[in-house]
């Protein structure tokens, strides 16, 4: 059964549909990237996967949870699907311990000594076991962006959704974010993220997703994708990053 | 001819003075506890409320911010008695005072909850927090600490304000101060020391409020968080 499947969703504003149809299906374990222009729909559709937008038509069937228009109750599934941004998002009132122990406190009722063992944890993963009490202003924005990626790991998410997480990264900074969602795949999480690194989601993706005005153009597996895109569109998008 | 100042006859009944002081902080000290649960209460309805509860809130919170606070105080005093409610006039006063702070603490509580990115508020919900969870634990403080001066500066209003409550002869400051002028005939000595003890209470809560903000706002020593083979403090912290 697959981890996340989109069945036909719609999202419009007005006569303007960003999202006009979309139908995926992620296995667990899969890492699918989602590329496209601005304005594509990626980072919406991403939004509408943990109901963080609104879908006019269609569902979206996530680990074991529903979402139709008009759904409400999504809070079950926000405990299961990780979520990173592109601005990071950290608490800047609390320090980085804080930060990843809130929802695992707040939501699931974890005790602190429990929480705090997590919180060291996955930092550890993301490679910033010294920082567990540093405020996000102290540290660099890959740094910060790790966290965030921990704070989420801290939920034990089955699913995590990345949306450009690197975007507002130097190449320096990008790479150590990637090396970290790397790694997270490479232990068999269930991923999308939306995505400008090219070289990045060709490695990392076992498949690609490419979107166009607000529908997926093509997908396939990631090496195929890049090296034979079918479509003119796709192909005049990667022709800049094929040097 | 030049007016000698005798500070004696006033100075005499001190106990009066001390007496209004006490009053004064109480009831100004009640009036803002209750008022900013008000506020915050409401505020909160602005920004998350369902529609109908909104309108209600806003009809509150225009009604006080356009009636003079000497109005509802009489309202609540001498109206209230003719629908069967008879209060205190003390009573009178803490309610007046309170719902007087509530409406203009609710809107300075709304601009500091609008002040904060919806991204917080995104990163808060996509964590599985309700978002009554997210005001409480991601948007409360940050929003607090945007509008802490305008808060403080509202606070200092209402304790000064409270001084209009003599008009329902409520114990407090001023209307000792009066009594004192009635016994002494020293009106200029009397409220010359009377507003500078208010000069004082404004310190005093002044600095109260400096307290809970460090409180709040306060970062936890990063060395309590070190783990064992952490780099010493400030070797740590690398590019900002």
């Not at chain 1, 991403?46 to 680990?63: M, P, T």
């Not at chain 1, 990780?82 to 320090?95: D, E, I, K, R």
């Not at chain 1, 790991?153 to 190449?171: G, H, R, W, Y």
Request: aromatic share 8%; net charge positive.
């Amino acid at each position: 059964m697959p981890a996340v499947q989109l069945n036909n969703i719609k999202k419009c504003y007005g006569a303007l549909c960003v999202l006009d149809g979309i139908n995926l299906s992620v296995e667990p374990r899969d890492v699918v990237a989602v590329i496209g222009q601005s304005g594509s729909g990626k980072s919406t559709m991403l939004r509408c996967i943990n109901g963080l937008e609104q879908i006019q038509g269609g569902s979206i069937d996530i680990v074991g949870h529903r979402i139709e228009p008009g759904t409400h109750s999504l809070r079950s599934l926000r405990k299961e699907v990780g979520m990173v941004f592109q601005s990071y998002n950290l608490f800047p009132h609390l320090n980085v311990a804080e930060n990843i122990m809130l929802a695992p406190r707040v939501v699931k009722n974890v005790p602190k000594p429990e929480a705090w063992e997590t919180a060291q944890m996955v930092l550890k993963q993301v490679g910033l076991a010294d920082k567990v009490g540093a405020y996000p202003d102290e540290l660099s924005g890959g740094q910060q962006q790790r966290v965030a990626i921990a704070r989420s790991l801290a939920m034990k998410p089955k699913v995590m959704l990345f949306d450009e997480v690197t975007s507002a990264l130097d190449p320096q900074l990008t790479g150590e974010v990637l090396k970290t969602i790397a790694e997270l795949a490479a232990a068999g999480m269930t991923m999308i993220l939306v995505t400008h690194e090219m070289g990045f989601a060709r490695q990392v993706a076992n498949r690609t997703v490419f979107m166009y005005k607000g529908q997926i153009w093509e997908e396939g597996r990631s090496e195929d994708l890049f090296s034979a895109p079918k479509t003119p569109e796709l192909r005049s998008f990667i022709a800049p990053n094929l040097k | 001819m030049a007016y000698q100042m005798h500070f004696g006859p006033v100075l005499d009944r001190a106990p009066e003075f001390v007496d209004g002081t006490i009053n004064t902080i109480l009831l100004s000290g009640q009036g803002i506890v209750i008022g900013l649960a008000i506020g915050l209460a409401v505020a909160i309805i602005r920004v998350e409320g369902p529609r109908w509860l909104d309108r209600i809130a806003v009809a509150y919170i225009e009604i006080i911010r356009n009636t003079p606070l000497l109005v509802q105080v009489f309202l609540f005093f001498f109206g209230l008695p003719y629908i069967g409610l008879r209060l205190s006039a003390d009573t009178s006063a803490i309610i007046a005072i309170s719902f007087n702070l509530g409406a203009y603490s609710a809107e300075i509580f709304r601009a500091g909850f609008l002040a904060i990115p919806k991204s917080q508020i995104e990163a808060g919900l996509a964590l599985g927090l309700t978002r009554l969870q997210t005001i409480r634990y991601v948007v409360i403080v940050p929003a607090l600490k945007v509008v802490f001066p305008a808060l403080t500066g509202q606070l200092t209003l209402t304790l000064l304000g409270s001084s209009v409550v003599c008009a329902i002869s409520a114990s407090e400051l001023t209307l000792a101060a009066s009594k004192v002028e009635s016994l002494t005939f020293r009106s200029l000595e009397t409220f010359l020391v009377a507003g500078a003890i208010y000069v004082t209470l404004t310190f005093v809560f002044r600095f109260t409020y400096w307290l809970i903000s460090l409180w709040l706002f306060h970062r936890k020593d990063p060395a309590r968080f070190q783990i064992a083979g952490a780099l010493p403090h400030g070797q740590e912290r690398v590019e900002a």
